[in-house]
């Protein structure tokens, strides 16, 4: 039953074959919001002319089309493997636990050239109560953060670039994971220390220690700078696939309660340390393995840490940090456990 309103909208997306060739969307995910826009250049006209005095619109070009906006998730236990995989650039697969009904994905950062997607969104037009379905080609994700807080549901937030929309592709029939839940803070366990290392190319940390004191939230993001203008000329205003032209950055944030010991003294020793972010859910059917996220960094600094004192209530300190390679190990690793047999 149609509302004409935001109940009805629906994101959708698809990886591409060849980046900036549009294909059908097929992996479909609950959203809170997006602000995906074609962003339209234009040439204006500068040429005297006696008896002009304004601009004449007949002398008006478009030139360079490009795409850009954000989509918010609640990150769900299922169905979002495709997504990870293009955030980080990785070549995961899922990969059968033995003979049970679990596969894991190793999401880590192999590059992002070749890789790109379709997103469509679907946006409910209120005066005709039809759903008008807007289709982006050639999107990359640029930036993304992953954000727990206490007595919430951890979200994702994605920054994308794209080479262009159209409102001509049909709509496509909306088809969700079934049985995905969604990962919230009581499943979290947050780690600092430890000793990490890779087999098989999973990374994994051997003695981190839970964080005792009170954390509020926690913060991850990765942001991987690109050429995004490449356009030329012979392009028809079009560009080609954005390239990394810069260090990608990891950083974050932890907002606790003062603790010396276990963030402030970490930070003034100015060491790496890993960081393990993990979250355990249900058990997948009878595989004797349970619905599992989790974030490593081998190689964080802690950068700054700032205990205040603002009056009678709990000292609390903002720690911030930044994941560097320890050369041995990637530099982070997404990975997750679920009942999905694909990304």
């Avoid at 990765?222 to 990891?250: H, V």
């Amino acid at each position: 039953m149609a509302t004409g309103s935001g109940l009805d909208a629906q994101l959708g997306f698809a990886q591409e074959s060849v980046v900036g060739t549009g294909v059908t969307v097929t992996k479909f995910a609950e959203f809170n919001s997006e602000s995906l826009s074609l962003d339209v250049g234009y040439l204006e006209p500068a040429g005297l002319r006696v008896g002009r005095y304004h601009k004449r619109a007949s002398r008006v070009k478009q030139s360079r089309r490009s795409v850009s906006g954000d989509i918010e998730f609640e990150v769900a236990t299922r169905g979002l493997g495709m997504l990870f995989k293009h955030m980080l650039g990785s070549n995961a697969t899922a990969t059968q636990i033995g003979s049970t009904t679990a596969y894991r994905q190793i999401h880590t950062p192999q590059g992002k050239v070749g890789k790109s997607l379709t997103i469509q969104v679907g946006r409910p037009e209120p005066g005709s109560g039809l759903v008008k379905p807007f289709t982006y080609r050639g999107c990359k994700i640029t930036s993304w953060e992953l954000k727990l807080t206490d007595n919430g549901i951890m979200t994702l937030n994605v920054s994308v670039n794209g080479w262009d929309e159209t409102t001509a592709t049909a709509l496509a029939a909306a088809s969700y994971t079934a049985n995905a839940g969604v990962w919230s803070f009581p499943q979290a366990t947050f780690k600092i220390g430890g000793t990490p290392s890779t087999s098989s190319g999973l990374l994994s940390v051997a003695g981190g220690t839970a964080v005792a004191t009170v954390v509020k939230e926690i913060s991850i993001k990765c942001e991987y700078p690109m050429a995004t203008e490449r356009y030329g000329i012979g392009n028809a205003g079009i560009k080609r696939e954005p390239l990394e032209n810069s260090w990608p950055t990891i950083t974050g944030s932890l907002s606790a309660e003062f603790s010396q010991a276990e963030l402030y003294d970490v930070y003034t020793a100015g060491d790496y340390t890993p960081i393990e972010l993990s979250l355990v859910g249900d058990e997948i059917g009878e595989s004797g393995e349970n619905d599992t996220f989790s974030v490593i960094m081998p190689a964080v600094i802690l950068k700054s840490a700032a205990p205040t004192v603002s009056g009678p209530d709990i000292v609390q300190m903002t720690t911030g940090y930044e994941a560097y390679d320890n050369e041995v190990d990637a530099p982070i690793q997404l990975m997750t456990i679920s009942a999905d047999t694909a990304l």
